[in-house]
T-cell receptor, first 112, second 114 residues
């Protein structure tokens, strides 16, 4: 069964600090992996997409990595801001079709 | 607006009543998804529409749940005889004709069943 597991489940950090969120998946065949940010009371918004051939991709203070061999991805947030407080969801797309498998998300809270 | 529009944004109903939730996808998007998100939990797939193909209803939790879509436009998710466990945010998403795996979500409809 295709699965996406995220860790930690929740995280609290101080403003200005860095953090790394993890995503492990068993989806096969693999097409791509996306990280979404979901602010409280809003719909998720895509932050970045990782395809099989990509190892690292940055979007501002967000840097995603992908290791297709170990089936792991990470999302690193640099110099965190209060506005980074949100749920971060890892979604893996199955190759050859449009099936998506969602992780349960990491709830990040950035405090002063 | 250019985004996915959902209504109502909030709905409070009594147990046993029927509710209808509406989703207006981004113009030109061919696929439409409904998801349920219970408080503090991940997204649960409910149903998927793609053009004129038969919808994928494999995620609907019971026969109290149904959804319709008119062509490639508005979709309605109906929950009959609501139960307290139906309380959740119902999210709609659409995708453009060329599949990239990116879902464009609406803001959701928060349903509370008393």
């Amino acid at each position: 069964k295709n699965q996406v597991e995220q860790s930690p489940q929740s995280l609290i950090i101080l403003e200005g600090k860095n953090c790394t969120l993890q995503c492990n998946y068993t989806v096969s065949p693999f097409s791509n992996l996306r990280w979404y940010k979901q602010d409280t009371g809003r719909g998720p918004v895509s932050l970045t997409i990782m395809t099989f051939s990509e190892n690292t991709k940055s979007n501002g203070r967000y840097t995603a990595t992908l290791d297709a061999d170990t089936k792991q991805s990470s999302l690193h947030i640099t110099a965190s801001q209060l506005s980074d407080s949100a749920s971060y969801i890892c979604v893996v797309s199955e190759g050859g079709g449009n099936k998506l498998t969602f992780g349960t998300g990491t709830q990040l809270k950035v405090e002063l | 607006g250019a985004g996915v529009s959902q209504s109502p944004s909030n709905k409070v109903t009594e147990k046993g009543k029927d509710v209808e939730l509406r989703c207006d996808p981004i113009s030109g998007h061919t696929a439409l998804y409904w998801y349920r998100q219970r408080l503090g939990q991940g997204l649960e797939f409910l149903i998927y529409f793609q053009g004129n193909s038969a919808p994928d209803k494999s995620g609907l939790p019971s026969d109290r749940f149904s959804a319709e879509r008119t062509g490639e436009s508005v979709s309605t998710l109906t929950i009959q005889r609501t139960q307290q466990e139906d309380s959740a945010v119902y999210l709609c998403a659409s995708t453009p004709p060329t599949w990239t795996g990116e879902l464009f979500f609406g803001e959701g409809s928060r349903l509370t069943v008393l």
